[in-house]
Protein backbone atom coordinates (compact mmCIF):
# COMPACT_ATOMS: atom_id res chain seq x y z
CA UNK A 1 0.00 0.00 0.00
CA UNK A 2 1.82 2.91 -0.83
CA UNK A 3 1.62 6.00 1.06
CA UNK A 4 1.63 8.95 -2.31
CA UNK A 5 2.06 12.81 -1.23
CA UNK A 6 0.71 14.68 -4.54
CA UNK A 7 1.91 17.86 -5.18
CA UNK A 8 0.75 20.58 -7.98
CA UNK A 9 2.52 23.46 -9.18
CA UNK A 10 5.67 20.97 -8.24
CA UNK A 11 8.32 22.25 -10.58
CA UNK A 12 9.45 25.46 -9.11
CA UNK A 13 8.93 27.99 -5.93
CA UNK A 14 6.42 27.19 -3.18
CA UNK A 15 6.02 23.76 -4.81
CA UNK A 16 9.03 22.85 -5.18
CA UNK A 17 10.15 23.32 -1.58
CA UNK A 18 6.92 21.18 -0.36
CA UNK A 19 8.56 18.26 -2.70
CA UNK A 20 12.25 19.01 -0.83
CA UNK A 21 10.48 18.58 2.73
CA UNK A 22 8.45 15.56 1.70
CA UNK A 23 11.20 13.96 0.41
CA UNK A 24 13.64 14.70 3.30
CA UNK A 25 10.60 12.61 5.67
CA UNK A 26 9.01 16.23 7.11
CA UNK A 27 5.43 14.43 6.52
CA UNK A 28 5.82 11.05 8.02
CA UNK A 29 6.24 8.08 6.28
CA UNK A 30 6.03 8.53 2.26
CA UNK A 31 6.43 6.13 -0.51
CA UNK A 32 6.05 8.00 -3.26
CA UNK A 33 5.52 12.21 -4.71
CA UNK A 34 3.56 12.57 -7.49
CA UNK A 35 4.43 16.05 -8.83
CA UNK A 36 2.38 17.76 -11.48
CA UNK A 37 3.12 20.75 -13.77
CA UNK A 38 3.40 21.85 -17.40
CA UNK A 39 7.53 21.86 -17.74
CA UNK A 40 8.59 18.74 -18.59
CA UNK A 41 12.52 19.72 -18.24
CA UNK A 42 11.79 21.12 -15.16
CA UNK A 43 9.91 17.71 -13.62
CA UNK A 44 12.90 16.31 -14.90
CA UNK A 45 15.33 18.32 -12.68
CA UNK A 46 12.84 17.73 -9.84
CA UNK A 47 13.12 13.98 -10.06
CA UNK A 48 16.95 13.72 -9.98
CA UNK A 49 17.45 16.05 -7.03
CA UNK A 50 14.70 13.46 -4.79
CA UNK A 51 15.81 10.54 -3.01
CA UNK A 52 12.25 8.84 -2.80
CA UNK A 53 10.24 7.79 -6.13
CA UNK A 54 9.08 10.96 -7.78
CA UNK A 55 6.69 10.27 -10.57
CA UNK A 56 6.41 13.26 -12.77
CA UNK A 57 2.81 14.54 -15.02
CA UNK A 58 3.95 16.95 -17.75
CA UNK A 59 0.04 18.15 -17.08
CA UNK A 60 -2.13 21.65 -17.75
CA UNK A 61 -4.41 21.68 -14.33
CA UNK A 62 -6.84 23.83 -16.73
CA UNK A 63 -7.52 20.65 -19.15
CA UNK A 64 -10.34 18.70 -17.93
CA UNK A 65 -8.55 15.51 -18.86
CA UNK A 66 -5.48 15.90 -16.49
CA UNK A 67 -8.06 14.90 -13.35
CA UNK A 68 -8.74 11.71 -15.31
CA UNK A 69 -4.89 11.28 -16.24
CA UNK A 70 -4.41 11.36 -11.83
CA UNK A 71 -7.41 9.48 -11.44
CA UNK A 72 -6.76 6.67 -13.96
CA UNK A 73 -3.25 6.71 -12.30
CA UNK A 74 -4.31 6.18 -9.12
CA UNK A 75 -7.10 3.68 -9.98
CA UNK A 76 -3.99 2.03 -11.49
CA UNK A 77 -1.75 1.83 -8.55
CA UNK A 78 -2.64 -1.48 -6.56
CA UNK A 79 -3.74 -0.42 -2.62
CA UNK A 80 -2.66 3.14 -3.47
CA UNK A 81 -3.22 5.72 -0.15
CA UNK A 82 -3.25 9.38 -1.22
CA UNK A 83 -1.66 10.35 2.08
CA UNK A 84 -1.16 14.31 1.50
CA UNK A 85 -2.46 16.50 -1.12
CA UNK A 86 -1.31 19.71 -1.86
CA UNK A 87 -3.23 22.06 -4.07
CA UNK A 88 -0.43 24.88 -4.91
CA UNK A 89 -0.54 25.45 -8.52
CA UNK A 90 -1.97 29.07 -9.25
CA UNK A 91 -1.57 31.90 -11.42
CA UNK A 92 -2.60 35.54 -10.54
CA UNK A 93 -3.17 38.81 -12.95
CA UNK A 94 -2.79 42.36 -11.09
CA UNK A 95 -5.14 44.76 -12.99
CA UNK A 96 -8.79 46.25 -13.33
CA UNK A 97 -11.14 43.01 -14.18
CA UNK A 98 -12.42 44.93 -17.58
CA UNK A 99 -8.61 45.15 -19.28
CA UNK A 100 -7.71 41.45 -18.49
CA UNK A 101 -7.62 39.02 -21.16
CA UNK A 102 -10.65 36.68 -21.70
CA UNK A 103 -8.74 33.34 -22.35
CA UNK A 104 -6.26 34.66 -19.23
CA UNK A 105 -9.05 34.85 -16.86
CA UNK A 106 -10.98 31.57 -17.90
CA UNK A 107 -7.46 29.44 -17.54
CA UNK A 108 -6.54 31.33 -14.26
CA UNK A 109 -10.13 30.66 -12.76
CA UNK A 110 -9.51 26.90 -14.00
CA UNK A 111 -6.79 26.75 -12.47
CA UNK A 112 -7.83 28.32 -8.94
CA UNK A 113 -11.29 26.76 -8.25
CA UNK A 114 -11.97 23.92 -10.55
CA UNK A 115 -8.45 22.45 -10.33
CA UNK A 116 -8.69 21.87 -6.67
CA UNK A 117 -12.12 20.98 -5.88
CA UNK A 118 -11.79 18.31 -8.57
CA UNK A 119 -8.32 17.04 -7.50
CA UNK A 120 -10.09 16.98 -4.14
CA UNK A 121 -12.66 15.05 -5.10
CA UNK A 122 -11.10 12.87 -7.65
CA UNK A 123 -8.15 11.80 -4.51
CA UNK A 124 -10.47 11.32 -1.26
CA UNK A 125 -11.62 7.62 -2.57
CA UNK A 126 -7.75 7.07 -2.34
CA UNK A 127 -7.52 8.75 1.59
CA UNK A 128 -7.32 6.88 4.70
CA UNK A 129 -7.26 8.23 8.25
CA UNK A 130 -4.74 10.40 8.91
CA UNK A 131 -4.62 11.49 5.39
CA UNK A 132 -4.06 15.35 4.66
CA UNK A 133 -4.84 18.16 2.26
CA UNK A 134 -3.02 21.31 2.18
CA UNK A 135 -4.58 24.27 0.00
CA UNK A 136 -2.94 27.48 -1.08
CA UNK A 137 -5.10 29.78 -0.47
CA UNK A 138 -3.50 33.76 0.07
CA UNK A 139 -3.88 36.82 2.54
CA UNK A 140 -5.99 38.21 -0.76
CA UNK A 141 -8.87 36.05 0.92
CA UNK A 142 -9.16 38.20 3.66
CA UNK A 143 -10.26 41.63 2.07
CA UNK A 144 -11.75 41.57 -1.53
CA UNK A 145 -9.03 43.48 -3.26
CA UNK A 146 -9.30 45.71 -5.90
CA UNK A 147 -7.21 45.11 -8.98
CA UNK A 148 -6.80 41.46 -8.12
CA UNK A 149 -10.39 41.00 -7.73
CA UNK A 150 -10.71 37.41 -9.44
CA UNK A 151 -7.63 36.20 -8.31
CA UNK A 152 -8.79 37.52 -4.40
CA UNK A 153 -12.43 36.23 -4.76
CA UNK A 154 -10.54 33.07 -6.00
CA UNK A 155 -8.65 32.44 -3.03
CA UNK A 156 -11.73 33.15 -0.71
CA UNK A 157 -13.40 30.74 -2.48
CA UNK A 158 -10.62 28.17 -1.36
CA UNK A 159 -10.21 29.36 1.52
CA UNK A 160 -14.06 28.74 2.26
CA UNK A 161 -14.09 25.13 1.06
CA UNK A 162 -11.38 24.32 2.69
CA UNK A 163 -12.74 25.21 6.43
CA UNK A 164 -15.93 23.79 5.57
CA UNK A 165 -14.51 20.52 4.14
CA UNK A 166 -12.34 20.06 7.13
CA UNK A 167 -15.48 20.17 9.39
CA UNK A 168 -17.23 17.28 7.04
CA UNK A 169 -13.97 14.81 6.73
CA UNK A 170 -12.71 15.73 10.80
CA UNK A 171 -15.04 12.64 12.05
CA UNK A 172 -13.00 10.56 10.32
CA UNK A 173 -9.32 12.29 10.56
CA UNK A 174 -8.85 13.73 7.42
CA UNK A 175 -8.09 17.53 7.72
CA UNK A 176 -7.78 20.20 5.06
CA UNK A 177 -5.06 23.08 5.94
CA UNK A 178 -5.72 26.60 4.31
CA UNK A 179 -2.51 28.48 3.99
CA UNK A 180 -2.72 32.24 3.39
CA UNK A 181 0.51 33.12 2.81
CA UNK A 182 1.77 37.34 1.52
CA UNK A 183 3.72 37.82 -1.51
CA UNK A 184 6.92 35.58 -1.93
CA UNK A 185 9.70 35.67 -4.46
CA UNK A 186 8.60 33.60 -6.96
CA UNK A 187 7.73 33.39 -10.40
CA UNK A 188 4.08 34.25 -9.73
CA UNK A 189 5.15 38.39 -10.33
CA UNK A 190 7.32 37.42 -13.67
CA UNK A 191 4.33 38.56 -15.47
CA UNK A 192 1.79 40.47 -13.25
CA UNK A 193 0.05 42.53 -16.23
CA UNK A 194 -0.64 45.79 -14.36
CA UNK A 195 3.05 46.15 -12.93
CA UNK A 196 2.06 49.30 -11.22
CA UNK A 197 -0.71 47.64 -9.20
CA UNK A 198 1.69 44.59 -8.55
CA UNK A 199 4.26 47.05 -6.90
CA UNK A 200 1.87 48.64 -5.01
CA UNK A 201 0.40 45.83 -3.78
CA UNK A 202 3.96 43.81 -2.59
CA UNK A 203 4.49 46.75 0.06
CA UNK A 204 3.11 44.79 2.93
CA UNK A 205 6.31 42.68 2.53
CA UNK A 206 7.58 39.03 1.64
CA UNK A 207 7.77 35.95 2.91
CA UNK A 208 10.11 33.12 2.74
CA UNK A 209 9.06 30.35 0.74
CA UNK A 210 11.09 27.81 3.13
CA UNK A 211 8.91 29.10 6.07
CA UNK A 212 5.56 29.05 4.45
CA UNK A 213 6.10 25.45 3.57
CA UNK A 214 7.53 24.65 7.09
CA UNK A 215 4.13 26.35 8.59
CA UNK A 216 2.20 24.89 6.46
CA UNK A 217 3.16 21.17 6.55
CA UNK A 218 3.00 21.38 10.50
CA UNK A 219 -0.15 23.03 10.66
CA UNK A 220 -1.59 19.91 8.58
CA UNK A 221 0.61 17.27 11.05
CA UNK A 222 -1.60 19.35 13.85
CA UNK A 223 -4.76 19.31 11.93
CA UNK A 224 -5.24 23.07 12.32
CA UNK A 225 -8.11 24.14 9.42
CA UNK A 226 -6.42 27.49 9.00
CA UNK A 227 -2.11 28.85 8.75
CA UNK A 228 -1.73 32.20 8.40
CA UNK A 229 2.23 32.47 8.19
CA UNK A 230 2.71 35.89 8.97
CA UNK A 231 2.27 37.23 12.09
CA UNK A 232 1.40 40.83 10.98
CA UNK A 233 -1.37 38.78 8.52
CA UNK A 234 -2.83 36.93 11.43
CA UNK A 235 -3.46 40.82 12.76
CA UNK A 236 -5.18 41.71 9.14
CA UNK A 237 -7.19 38.89 9.27
CA UNK A 238 -8.54 39.45 13.08
CA UNK A 239 -9.10 43.16 11.29
CA UNK A 240 -10.87 42.08 8.12
CA UNK A 241 -13.47 40.04 10.63
CA UNK A 242 -14.68 43.82 12.64
CA UNK A 243 -13.37 46.30 10.19
CA UNK A 244 -16.55 47.34 7.53
CA UNK A 245 -15.15 46.90 3.82
CA UNK A 246 -15.44 50.44 3.14
CA UNK A 247 -13.06 51.01 6.00
CA UNK A 248 -10.72 48.41 5.05
CA UNK A 249 -10.17 49.72 1.55
CA UNK A 250 -9.72 53.58 2.74
CA UNK A 251 -6.87 52.01 5.04
CA UNK A 252 -5.27 50.09 2.21
CA UNK A 253 -5.30 53.35 -0.02
CA UNK A 254 -3.97 55.46 2.97
CA UNK A 255 -1.03 53.04 3.38
CA UNK A 256 -0.53 53.28 -0.36
CA UNK A 257 -1.45 49.59 -1.29
CA UNK A 258 -4.24 50.56 -3.34
Known sequence: MPAIALVTGASSGLGREFVRRIDHGETGPIDEIWVVARRADRLESLVRTCSKTVRPFCLDLTDPMSFDILESALSETPTARVSLLVNNAGAGTFGDLASTPRDELSDMLALLVRAPVELIYRTLPFMREGSRIINIASVAAFIPQPRLAAYSAAKRFMLDISR???????????HVTAVCPKFMKTEFLDAPGDARSARK????????????????????????????????MKALYAASRVLPYRAAIAVERAIGVL
Do not use: H, N, W, Y
Open 201 to 232: MTKIGFERTEEVVRQALRAARAGRGLCIPSLD
Open 164 to 174: SLDVELEGVDI
